[in-house]
């Protein structure tokens, strides 16, 4: 067997919820960042209605060990960082989720060599 062609190196499909205090996230990100000795590369999805899913062709790594982070932004605002109000603005947009669940997240999943086992649901308090 070649190295990097055993079943710990195929794709998987990832799928499952997302939600923050108990509403599902309407619009948002999930990214899984490999750790612990993890091929790479990162890969993620939307999260649309509380769902994600991740297809096998660019999924995570069987056997892989990944970081989560999840994103959600608000709407987009005008915001002009001078107090006179004059020249340039910015478009922005607030980050929903707490730094806890990106930036800082602790979240952490291991992919399944089995396709059935692969779903991540992530309840965010």
Known sequence: M???CGADSARMR???????????INTGQIVFFPIDDTKGPSTGGSITDGRYEVPARVGPNAGGKYRVE????GEERS????ASGAGMS???????????YNQQTKLRVEISSNPDENQHNFELP
């Open 90 to 100: 910015a478009t922005v947009r607030r980050q929903l989720i707490p730094a806890a």
């Open 70 to 73: 999840i994103t959600s932004y």
């Open 14 to 24: 990832v799928w499952g919820s997302a939600s923050w205090n108990g509403v599902p």
């Open 2 to 4: 070649l190295a990097g």
């Open 79 to 82: 915001y002009n960082p001078n």
